[in-house]
């Protein structure tokens, strides 16, 4: 048989793709695939010191890590300290590289020291204190300690640190700046729109507020969300998660238009709701999510990589394909091979139809674990 009359395999065929990179965008604190932990100082060693002036008897070097894009965000250092006196009176202080740092608000004390007479374990200092821009990183943060009578004790016991950005207006301030994501998060070649689709935001927060703060998010097609923390004291050693839409944070409906290429926008402030309150945001990041992906008509055959990054303090399994047990998370791809007959894609996630949430929260015992998904579709039409 002649070479001319032989099918060529593949001709007339054409790969055209679809893409949304999902990755994690970080506005506070730089995390690449995790998030930085704010809680910087979580120390249960116990010391004492019967010195009779003020003698070091603890020292943290800490550094301010920046954001993705490279920036230094975190402005704050909440310091809480646990300890007591045998008898008489004891006395504490925190320095940053051995002077008095300046006071956000002090909790327990006075500026950045205090006195006590407790006995047995109690709060004896919780104080924020600012870490200015001309700070250099790592810095020292050390704790010195005395007993005003000869003879007598003072004990320091739990040491907590939580470190982030300090918000104190009573009017929203934009958190780092307007970002933008890549010019190639968004690929669409294949002209897909979107029913579900909008920014997410991931935020860990402390907080000493008498009123409720808002933190609110805002994308370029005019889809957002708010975030109103209750008032509290949290906890140095506890911070509080807000992550999806079990905290309302679920902006579907934004416009963002059918067949899209290119990066995407988005604006985060903050504020306190009274005069006097700090939100300290130990971390923030920043992805898109299309729940609902409408693919056009016609019959199409490709893959779709799912690329998992799970961050979990358990072990997890997600469909019996993918397990991660390890305490700093786990990442990996999932690949499934699809076709979509003559009727179009929905929202359903039948045989032939598709969803894609790009945060997935599983409950392991009393944890919940994020899994976040990039997704990659080639066809070959």
Same mark, same amino acid.
């Not at 007479?117 to 020292?140: E, H, K, V």
């Given at each position: 048989?002649?070479?001319?009359?032989?099918?060529?395999?593949?001709?007339?065929?054409?790969?055209?793709?679809?893409?949304?990179?999902?990755?994690?965008?970080?506005?506070?604190?730089?995390?690449?695939?995790?998030?930085?932990?704010?809680?910087?100082? $979580?120390?249960?060693?116990?010391? !004492?010191?019967?010195?009779?002036?003020?003698?070091?008897?603890?020292?943290?070097?800490?550094?301010?890590?920046?954001?993705?894009?490279?920036?230094?965000?975190?402005?704050?250092?909440?310091?809480?300290?646990?300890?007591?006196?045998?008898?008489? #009176?004891?006395?504490?202080?925190?320095?940053?590289?051995?002077?008095?740092?300046?006071?956000?608000?002090?909790?327990?004390?006075?500026?950045?020291? $205090?006195?006590?007479?407790?006995?047995? @374990?109690?709060?004896?200092?919780?104080?924020?204190?600012?870490?200015? @821009?001309?700070?250099?990183?790592?810095?020292?943060? @050390?704790? $010195?300690?005395?007993?005003?009578?000869?003879?007598?004790?003072?004990?320091?016991?739990?040491?907590?640190?939580?470190?982030?950005?300090?918000?104190?207006?009573?009017?929203?301030?934009?958190?780092?700046? #307007?970002?933008?994501?890549?010019?190639?998060?968004?690929?669409?070649?294949?002209?897909?729109?979107?029913? !579900?689709?909008?920014?997410?935001?991931?935020?860990?927060?402390?907080?000493?507020?008498?009123? $409720?703060?808002?933190?609110?998010?805002?994308?370029?097609?005019?889809?957002?969300?708010?975030?109103?923390?209750?008032?509290?004291?949290?906890?140095?050693?506890?911070?509080?998660?807000?992550?999806?839409?079990?905290?309302?944070?679920?902006?579907?409906?934004?416009?963002?238009?059918?067949?899209?290429?290119?990066?995407? #926008?988005?604006?985060?402030?903050?504020?306190?709701?009274?005069?006097?309150?700090?939100?300290?945001?130990?971390?923030?990041?920043?992805?898109?999510?299309?729940?609902?992906?409408?693919?056009?008509?016609?019959?199409?055959?490709?893959?779709?990589?799912?690329?998992?990054?799970?961050?979990?303090?358990?072990?997890?399994?997600?469909?019996?394909?993918?397990?991660?047990?390890?305490?700093?998370?786990?990442?990996?791809?999932?690949?499934?091979?699809?076709?979509? !007959?003559?009727?179009?894609?929905?929202?359903?996630?039948?045989?032939?139809?598709?969803?894609?949430?790009?945060?997935?929260?599983?409950?392991?015992?009393?944890?919940?674990?994020?899994?976040?998904?990039?997704?990659?579709?080639?066809?070959?039409?």
């Amino acid at each position: 048989m002649s070479l001319l009359l032989a099918p060529v395999q593949g001709v007339g065929l054409k790969i055209k793709r679809y893409r949304i990179i999902n990755q994690q965008i970080d506005i506070v604190n730089n995390s690449g695939n995790s998030s930085v932990y704010p809680v910087v100082i $979580n120390d249960t060693t116990a010391v !004492n010191t019967t010195a009779n002036a003020y003698t070091q008897v603890k020292s943290y070097s800490i550094s301010i890590p920046n954001n993705d894009f490279g920036r230094r965000v975190v402005n704050a250092v909440r310091v809480q300290i646990y300890g007591y006196v045998s008898a008489g #009176t004891g006395y504490v202080e925190v320095l940053i590289n051995g002077s008095a740092p300046t006071m956000l608000k002090t909790i327990v004390g006075t500026g950045n020291s $205090n006195s006590f007479t407790n006995t047995s @374990s109690a709060l004896i200092f919780d104080g924020i204190i600012s870490l200015p @821009s001309s700070l250099s990183s790592p810095y020292t943060l @050390s704790i $010195n300690a005395y007993n005003g009578t000869s003879g007598d004790i003072t004990y320091i016991e739990d040491v907590y640190g939580f470190q982030g950005l300090a918000i104190t207006s009573t009017t929203p301030v934009t958190i780092d700046q #307007t970002e933008t994501t890549p010019s190639n998060t968004i690929l669409d070649e294949i002209g897909v729109s979107y029913a !579900n689709a909008g920014a997410r935001l991931i935020i860990g927060i402390n907080r000493y507020t008498s009123a $409720n703060a808002t933190i609110k998010i805002i994308d370029q097609w005019n889809g957002g969300a708010t975030y109103t923390p209750a008032s509290a004291n949290d906890a140095v050693n506890g911070i509080e998660v807000l992550t999806g839409c079990n905290f309302n944070l679920c902006d579907y409906g934004s416009a963002i238009p059918t067949g899209y290429n290119g990066s995407m #926008t988005y604006t985060v402030t903050a504020n306190v709701g009274a005069s006097g309150d700090i939100l300290i945001i130990g971390y923030a990041y920043v992805f898109f999510g299309f729940e609902n992906i409408n693919m056009p008509k016609g019959a199409h055959y490709g893959i779709i990589e799912d690329a998992y990054s799970a961050y979990n303090n358990t072990e997890l399994t997600i469909s019996g394909q993918y397990t991660c047990n390890s305490i700093f998370g786990c990442s990996g791809i999932l690949v499934t091979v699809f076709s979509v !007959n003559t009727s179009g894609w929905n929202s359903n996630g039948s045989s032939t139809q598709f969803a894609l949430d790009e945060q997935t929260t599983i409950g392991v015992n009393s944890s919940s674990q994020l899994i976040h998904k990039t997704l990659l579709i080639e066809v070959l039409e």
